[in-house]
């Protein structure tokens, strides 16, 4: 790192859906780093503080995977995501809403 840059800085969520992506993926570390744009280094460090580093037998660098999840457990994740998907909708309608209403308040 050169003089006068700063490290780049990643919100605690960011941090953990990049946790959860390379723990459910069943791809190297480097790889899912590679696409998310982040150094190898972070992303494992990320993995090894959220306790996810355990190798598989027999396939050097690759971080180990649980077994497929369950029927019930994808539905519970799916209603999950929608509560989440419906929270997040009605966040970017108020949003919208507050926006025009101060755009309408500086003119």
């Known amino acids: 790192m ?3 840059t700063k490290a780049k800085q990643y919100t605690p969520d960011y941090v953990a859906r ?3 992506l390379c723990d459910s993926s069943n791809r190297p570390v ?4 590679r ?11 990320w993995m090894k ?11 050097p660098g690759a971080i180990q995977t649980v077994a497929p999840p369950t029927p019930a457990a994808m539905e519970a994740e799916i ?10 909708k009605m966040e970017r309608d108020f ?3 507050a926006a025009a209403f101060f755009a309408q308040q500086s003119k």
């Open 2 to 4: 050169s003089v006068g």
């Open 18 to 20: 990049a946790v959860r």
């Open 30 to 33: 480097s790889e899912v780093a």
């Open 35 to 45: 696409d998310l744009g982040v150094e190898y280094a972070t992303l494992y460090g």
């Open 49 to 59: 503080k959220a306790g996810k580093t355990k190798r598989r037998q027999g396939m």
């Open 79 to 88: 209603e999950r995501l929608r509560r989440e998907l419906e929270e997040v």
């Open 95 to 97: 949003l919208k809403k």
